[in-house]
């Protein structure tokens, strides 16, 4: 293709795939902004391990020079994420993970900065905006990862590993010469990945990607399907900088899977349908961090809830919690709600839904939109045996043309909730501040480890390709201990100090870190 022919947007989105926009956000008008803002400084109140982290630096900058991109749900919490890693020096550029989770007064405030405004923006260039379509997600992650000076980032902040992704793909595909046709394979998102790094090439040529990506020193990755992606890479030896894996961080994964979901999952609900959740049958599919938080949470609202487990321990710490074990082919029509929270695929299928109560409500807080079968779905429309009708953003009642069970004995109908991506962040806003604060202290700190010695867990492979694999590393237990410390003054929590003997006693040391690697707490 001549660069004369080229198409002007990338696929339907109206917008260059190098558009060299300073941001892009859905309404950057002075109301939002101040909304956003005020919603920050509340928000730092409740984030108390940010907060910390700047006054211990007071002042100093150790992220002078790191030039990050962060892939994160846009949120307020995620604003003020953003903000600490500026005042602590780094450069930052932001979108979101997943297109229906950004708030857009965040965003919005984000953009404008702490000391700028809607009329003269003086903050982060930040590419969201809630609703997006999946090629405009593609699009923001593109200009995220493109300073103004066509340089890359060379730090990366991820959550679900779509930048990683990106690069990588971007990378291996260059090595090899080859970029698969977009017709070859039939994964509607992967098509729009291959179009866009078909594009690239088309403009670009074929450097592109390892020039912007030779800088990277590593990445951060937030969650657990993000991180088993690394893993993955780390195995087939194909990873091509160091990662920390903020996820396996005590202080994330057992408060943030847990007590986030505990408080984002029936909120999420809630908002979306307004549907009395006690005394209600609810099924939460993959009892592990999340599904112990979400059973919890529709507990709390007394509903009747039941797990579906593949691991024999995750099943007996449900049945120990007092939950029915059950398996979805022989309960699918008894209950009344569902939430996969496996991080696997193919958990919930049409075939299920063709077989649920009138007006169970379906929906996913893991992290993609595989864990309930939202393509087979979309197949059924095209061929008639399925009406998708939009109740509101987020909120569809899918209704069945052929089936017997229904309102008038015929034509049942499912709600599907945040078209089966993230419900607590498309129908709600996400995890409460301060167990974003534990996860994001774990985050700032990873990103200022990277920063400071990055090459001590592995080098850039981009243009080195018989290096060691680099690491996948966690960060240290007294890390992680320090983070929970700066929690506990908002719970007013008085620790225990040990004695020296007491300390030698239990084979520790009287400031730490309490447990050996291998506790699991
Ligand atoms: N919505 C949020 O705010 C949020 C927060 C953190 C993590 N996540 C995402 O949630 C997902 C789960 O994370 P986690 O930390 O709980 O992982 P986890 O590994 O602790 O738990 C997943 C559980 O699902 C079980 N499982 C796997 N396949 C199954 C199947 N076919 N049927 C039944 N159970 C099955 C596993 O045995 C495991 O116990 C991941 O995708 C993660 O990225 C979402």
Redesign the pocket.
């Known amino acids: 293709m001549s660069v004369e022919k080229l198409p002007s947007s990338f696929m339907d989105t109206t917008l260059p795939l190098f558009s060299g926009l300073p941001h892009r956000v859905a309404d950057l008008s002075p109301d939002t902004v101040r909304f956003g803002r005020k919603e920050i400084d509340l928000a730092l109140i409740e984030m108390p391990g940010l907060v910390s982290i700047c006054e211990e630096y007071n002042g100093a900058k150790p992220l002078a020079g790191a030039k990050i991109m962060g892939s994160l749900h846009m949120t307020i919490q995620t604003a003020v994420l953003i903000e600490t890693l500026v005042e602590l020096g780094a450069d930052v550029r932001w979108v979101s993970c997943n297109i229906y989770s950004t708030q857009d007064h965040a965003a919005s405030a984000t953009v404008a900065g702490p000391t700028g405004s809607a009329e003269a923006p003086a903050g982060v260039p930040v590419y969201a905006w809630k609703g997006e379509t999946l090629a405009e997600y593609w699009w923001c992650t593109m200009q995220a990862l493109v300073w103004p000076d066509a340089t890359g980032p060379n730090l990366i902040l991820d959550d679900?590993g779509d930048a990683t992704l990106l690069i990588h793909l971007g990378v291996e595909y260059e090595r090899s010469g080859t970029i698969p046709a977009v017709d070859s394979t039939d994964n509607g998102e992967l098509k729009i990945i291959l179009n866009l790094l078909h594009q690239v090439r088309a403009e670009k040529g074929d450097g592109f990607w390892q020039a912007l990506s030779k800088d990277i020193r590593g990445v951060s990755e937030e969650?657990?399907?993000?991180v088993h992606r690394l893993y993955e890479r780390s195995q087939d030896n194909s990873l091509l900088f160091p990662a920390i894996n903020v996820?396996d961080s005590v202080t994330k994964?057992k408060f943030?899977?847990v007590y986030?979901?505990r408080h984002?999952l029936v909120d999420a609900i809630m908002r979306a349908t307004d549907v009395l959740i006690s005394g209600k049958k609810a099924m939460v599919?993959?009892?592990?961090?999340?599904?112990k938080g979400s059973a919890q949470s529709l507990r709390g609202q007394f509903a009747r809830v039941s797990v579906?487990?593949?691991?024999p321990i995750?099943a007996l710490q449900a049945c120990m919690m007092g939950y029915d074990v059950v398996r979805i082919d022989d309960a699918v029509d008894q209950f009344d709600i569902f939430v996969t929270?496996?991080?696997?695929k193919d958990?919930i299928s049409a075939a299920h839904m063709a077989k649920m109560k009138h007006n169970a409500i379906v929906c996913n807080?893991?992290?993609?939109d595989n864990e309930i079968d939202m393509a087979g779905m979309e197949a059924l429309r095209e061929t008639g045996e399925v009406e998708k009708i939009e109740i509101k953003p987020q909120v569809h009642e899918w209704r069945f043309t052929n089936t017997t069970h229904g309102p008038k004995g015929g034509g049942h109908s499912v709600i599907i909730l945040a078209e089966g991506r993230?419900v607590?962040?498309g129908c709600a806003t996400?995890?409460p501040s301060l167990v974003m604060s534990a996860s994001f202290t774990n985050q700032t700190i990873a990103q200022i480890e990277l920063h400071k010695n990055a090459e001590s867990y592995g080098v850039n492979r981009v243009h080195d390709t018989t290096a060691a694999v680099p690491q996948v590393i966690t960060l240290p237990k007294h890390l992680d201990e320090k983070v929970a410390r700066l929690h506990l003054q908002k719970f007013t929590a008085d620790l225990t100090q040990l004695s020296d003997e007491q300390a030698s006693y239990i084979g520790v040391k009287a400031e730490g870190p309490y447990k050996p690697e291998h506790y699991r707490y």
Do not use: M
């Open positions: 679900g969650t657990t399907t993000g996820n994964s943030d899977n986030g979901c984002s599919l993959g009892f592990g961090d999340v599904g579906t487990e593949i691991d995750c929270a496996t991080g696997n958990i807080i893991g992290h993609f993230l607590n962040l996400g995890h």
